[in-house]
C-alpha cells in the first residue's frame, strides 16, 4: 500500500465478472469480502448474492475494490458524456508495455475504445495514450512511455493504478480544496496541448487557439504514482454533471490514507469546504486498511474521496 497518494480505487459495478476477469488476466489476486453492511451502508450500495472483491496487483500498490450493484443503478457518468465533461470521477490510469497488444486485450475483457492511441509529447516525454470505457461508464487511460524509457519497469505487460483524472470546471479552486487533503501541485501546464495531444481529450476539432486547457497534477510527496491530474477547458466548458454524493454505478471513489485524519477532518470541518463532507468522521468497518477512522468527502465537481487514518 502507498503511504502517500491515494491506495484504492472504488468501483460500484454490474460487471463484477468481466472487471475481475480483466484483472486476473493480469495476474492480480482476488480476495472475496465478506458481508459488511456498514461497508455497503458508506458507499450506497445494496448488499446481493454477488460478493465484493478485493483485486491486488502484483506490485501490492493501489488495491481495486469491486463492490456489486444492480444494472438499473445510474451510471455516475453517462458513457455518451464528452471527456472533458466535469462531474466525478473521470478516469483511472494504468501504463502498458505495447499500446497495440493492450488495444486488443481490452477489447475482449469488456473495454470499448472511446479514443484510439494517440502518440504525442508532453515536455521531455513522448507517450502513446488511449481511453478506454465500459459498461459502468468507468474510463481507463493506457499508456505507453515511448521516450525517454521509464526509469523501472516493474510490470508485466500493464501496470497496477498509478492515477486517476478529474475534468473539473476552476482547476485553481479544486487545487485549493486538494491542499486541505496535503495534495500538493508538481506539474502545471496551461495552453493547448502539443502535437497530437488534443485527441485524447477530443479536443482536435475546436477552432484552432482555442483548445487551450488547464492542467495540473497532485501529489504530498510530488510523485506520479497515487497522483491526481486534473484538467480544465478554458475556452469551450461544458455544464457540469450532477453526480449524486450517496450512490450510483461506476468509478465511485478514491480512498487517500492521511497520517492524522482527525485533524484533517477538523480542519475541513472549519473550512469553506465543509458542505461537502458526505459522512463525517467515524470509525468504520471496510474491507482491509479500510477498517479505520474514515470520512468521505466530494470534491468541488462531486469526485468523491474516502479518507482514512494510516496505520502502518
Known sequence: MRPQGFSHVVITTAQTPVLGAFFAALGWRSLTVDEMPEAAAFWGVEQGETPA????????????????????????????????????LFDINMRTVDSDWSHDFLQSHGWQPLVDPVAWRFGDIETKEGLYIQDDGIVLAVMERLQPPLPTVTFDRMSDVFNATQMVSNVDQTIAFFNYLGFERFIHHQGPLPGAGPKVLQLEHHPENTGDVHLAILHPEGRMEGSLELVEVLHHPLPQLNVPPGGGRGLRSLCLPIDDVESCYQGLVESEWSSRIIHPLAQRALPGVLSTLSFAIAAPDGGRLDVYQHTA
Open 53 to 88: 472483491m478485493r483485486w491486488i496487483p502484483p506490485s501490492n500498490a493501489c488495491e481495486v475494490l469491486l463492490l456489486p450493484t444492480p444494472q438499473k443503478v445510474p451510471v455516475l457518468r453517462p458513457k455518451e458524456c464528452a471527456v472533458t465533461t466535469p462531474g466525478g
